[in-house]
């Protein structure tokens, strides 16, 4: 059974900072989801990464998944409220359409 | 297009009792997949099906709960007899296999609580 850890688990900033988070896995994956949840809906796909060092970008939040293809983090440029949720990675390990969560890092964003 | 949906959207019942959730995956997708998520356990995959047939269910925890896709449009996950560990939201979520990324779409969710 893979090991799959988020961090952090909680996140509370202000509007406009910078910040960071990570999906680490002793597994190697074959890809890489990134999902939000905000409160009360259902997770939807932020990115997927598939390459090892890959770099996405989707405005103002930056993903790469790691040489290894073990990881993954999220930096999110100068937050802002509406960043507020929970972000999920969701590792491929080959297994056709299966996909295992982590637990999430659950981020809060004031004004 | 709609989405995913799911009902009811709450549900509030009592120990024993029967459940039954239901989920209409979106038009033209193969891959169905049924989650529950908790604070202690983040979200678990229960089951998924492939062109209705149910690929792998060793998510479900107990005998208690059973699933099914009579058809591309329809799918229920049944609890019976709930107990009150089996409160949590549940989620169903629709694919088209083969399609870049794999992405998953997933209802709003069923609010679950067992008293």
């Known amino acids: 059974t893979q090991l799959l850890e988020q961090s952090p688990q909680f996140l509370s900033i202000q509007e406009g900072e910078n910040l960071t988070v990570y999906c680490n896995s002793s597994?190697?994956?074959?890809?890489l989801q990134w999902y939000r949840q905000e409160p009360g809906e259902g997770p939807v796909l932020l990115v997927t990464?598939?390459?090892?060092?890959e770099v996405k970008k989707l405005k103002r939040l930056t993903f790469q998944f790691g040489d290894a293809r073990k990881d993954s983090s999220l930096h999110i440029t100068a937050a802002q409220p509406g960043d507020t949720g929970l972000y999920l990675c969701?590792?491929?390990?080959?297994?056709?359409?299966?996909?295992?969560f982590g637990t999430g890092t659950r981020l809060q964003v004031t004004l | 297009d709609a989405g995913v949906i799911q009902s009811p959207r709450h549900e509030v019942t009592e120990m024993g009792q029967e459940v039954t959730l239901r989920c209409k995956p979106i038009?033209?997708?193969?891959?169905l997949f049924w989650y529950r998520q908790t604070m202690m356990r983040g979200l678990e995959l229960l089951i998924y099906?492939?062109?209705?047939?149910?690929?792998?269910d060793s998510g479900m925890p107990e005998d208690r709960f059973s699933a099914k896709m009579p058809n591309a449009s329809f799918s229920t996950l049944k609890i019976q007899p709930s107990e009150p560990r089996d409160s949590a939201v549940y989620f169903c979520?629709?694919?088209?296999?083969?399609?870049?990324?794999?992405?998953?779409?997933f209802g709003p969710g069923t609010r679950l609580t067992v008293l």
């Open positions: 979520a629709s694919s088209q296999q083969g399609q870049p990324n794999n992405e998953q779409f």
């Open positions: 597994s190697v994956f074959s890809s």
């Open positions: 990464v598939v390459t090892g060092g």
């Open positions: 969701a590792p491929n390990t080959g297994t056709a359409s299966k996909l295992t």
């Open positions: 038009s033209g997708h193969n891959s």
């Open positions: 099906f492939n062109n209705n047939v149910p690929i792998d």
